[in-house]
Every structure is written in structure tokens, then in C-alpha cells.
């Protein structure tokens, strides 16, 4: 794919924005290769995704940030300017099972993610054998109930060591404590096996099958230090009946799950994911 920029604003929500942007791409001879705004009036809040050729544009990325800059003060933006050609650095992180993490591995094995996986850190050694068959390291730090905070460390260490972008929690059955949190803001991406905000917590398969519900499903959402409550990237459902036990609702939502994480990875790659407080735009 041609190389783009891709710039990603949102502000309080004004005539003229669009205007200006698009102006003054145009100005210095840019082409705009996909466009995406809305505008929420409930929240006053504009939202705004551009991709840009690249080729067409006389400056270099970081000559572009310079040259929008005071348009971005003049409507007190919220903005980034990414390059489509440095893919994000994400670590992966799993514990057991292993449908998530070999969905996403498979997939940036067949190049379907654009990104760089430095490393899978995983509190159990089980899967070991299949992600070094990617060739892609794999850390086992245990968190043990007595030393939790010693083991975060240690996780916090390797993320940081492998200057990650994004960390994908691909069903890593931990509590990801504050510091974390509030180190990588709307930057860890888990998947939570239940259509949330239904659910909540551990076992939602058997809590839904109390419940008697007909549809079950999974939620991929930004984490925050109140459990399973961080802003929604995607969600996706599949029908149950009265004759599904629990195990059927984990096998059914499995499938579910793997896709629903998919697609809110590759939706953050691609910068498509605006947080406004704790909800989402996505220009999927």
C-alpha cells in the first residue's frame, strides 16, 4: 500500500474546521486518499480522520506537524500525524488459553496486522512452543497472589524494553494494576469474553447461563484501572438457546472473541480509534 500520513484530530466542535484542514492540505498540493468527521452535538465535540499521500505532500512528517501546528492551537485540537509506514511496536500478552493470541499470530504471520510484535509475555510457560514457532520471543513472568507487584514490575520492564506502542491483553487473566494504567492510556487493548457492560469480571459464560440470556458475545475495549469499564472499540454477539451449556457458550464465544480483538487491534493500528472521556469513535 502507498505510503500515507494520517492525521487524527479532535476539539470542540466549531464552523469552519473541515474548511481549514482541507485547505490547507490543498494549499500545498496534498491529495486526501480517505476522509472521516463527525460531529457529536450532544457533546459539542468534533472528530476528524485524514489519510494523505504521502507523495503528495512537499514536506517530511515531522515538517507537517510543524506547518499544522498553529492550525491545531487555532481550534485547540487533539491531534496526532502518523506515518502508515512505521508500523506500531505491540506486545502480546496471554495466559492459557491460546485462541486469542494464535488467532493474532496467525494473522500477523499472513501479514493481515500491520505491526511489530517484539514479544508475548504470558504469566504460564504453555504456550511457549507456539510463539517461538513465529520466531517472536516469549517471557513467562508468574504473578504469584503473595508478589503480585514484584511480577508487575518485571512485565513493566519488558514493555518498556521492547518500546511498545500498544499492549494486547489476548485473554491474560491478570488485574493490570494503576501503574500500568496510567502509564499506557488508551493504549492496552483487552478482550473481555461478555458483551459488557453485562458481565462483568470472572466467568461471564456461567453468569450468562444463570442469567438465561440469548445472546452472548464479547467486547474489545481500552483498559482502565476500573475493571472491564474502559472505552468500547468493538463488540459482536452470537445466539444462544435454553439447550446451550456452559461449555457451548465458551466454545461459541471463542470464535467471537478472536474476531471481535481482531478488529479492534487493526482499528488501532490504523488510528481509526478516537477516545473522547469513555467512549469511542471509530472510523472503521
Known amino acids: ?30 491529495s486526501i486518499a480517505e476522509a472521516n468527521q463527525h460531529s457529536d452535538a450532544g457533546a459539542g465535540w468534533f472528530f476528524m480522520r485524514y489519510e494523505i499521500q504521502a507523495s503528495t505532500m512537499p514536506f517530511s512528517l515531522e515538517q507537517l506537524r510543524e ?59 504453555d504456550l511457549r512452543s507456539m510463539v517461538e514457532w513465529h520466531g517472536i520471543p516469549y517471557h513467562h513472568v508468574p504473578v504469584n497472589p503473595e508478589s503480585k507487584a514484584e511480577s508487575f514490575i518485571k512485565v513493566q ?6 518500546e511498545a506502542d ?60 476500573e475493571l472491564d469499564a474502559g472505552p468500547i472499540i468493538e463488540q459482536d454477539v452470537i445466539r444462544v438457546s435454553h439447550r446451550d451449556r456452559v461449555e457451548d457458550m465458551v466454545r461459541l464465544g471463542r470464535d467471537v472473541e478472536k474476531t471481535v480483538l481482531a478488529r479492534g487491534l487493526r482499528w488501532h493500528l490504523e488510528d481509526r480509534v478516537l477516545v473522547h472521556g469513555n467512549k469511542t469513535v471509530v472510523f472503521n
Open 1 to 30: 500500500m502507498e505510503r500515507r500520513y494520517r492525521l487524527v484530530v479532535s476539539c470542540p466542535d466549531r464552523v469552519g474546521i473541515v474548511a481549514m484542514v482541507s485547505n490547507f492540505i490543498s494549499s500545498h498540493g496534498g
Open 67 to 125: 506547518a499544522f501546528r498553529p492550525i491545531a492551537q487555532s481550534f485547540n485540537m487533539e491531534w496526532s500525524l502518523t506515518d502508515s509506514n512505521k508500523p506500531k511496536r505491540v506486545v502480546l500478552m496471554a495466559s492459557r488459553e491460546a485462541h486469542c493470541l494464535s488467532d493474532l499470530l496467525y494473522r500477523y504471520h499472513s501479514n493481515e496486522l500491520d505491526c511489530e510484535i517484539p514479544c508475548v509475555i504470558s504469566n504460564h510457560d
Open 157 to 162: 520492564e519488558l514493555i518498556e524494553q521492547s
Open 166 to 225: 500498544a499492549i494486547v491483553l489476548a485473554r491474560y487473566m491478570q488485574i493490570i494494576p494503576p501503574v500500568l494504567c496510567e502509564r499506557y492510556p488508551n493504549r492496552i487493548i483487552n478482550i473481555h469474553h461478555s458483551f459488557l457492560p453485562s458481565f462483568v469480571g470472572a466467568k461471564p459464560y456461567h453468569q450468562a447461563m444463570e442469567r438465561g440470556v440469548k445472546l452472548i458475545g464479547a467486547t474489545c475495549h481500552y483498559v482502565t484501572q
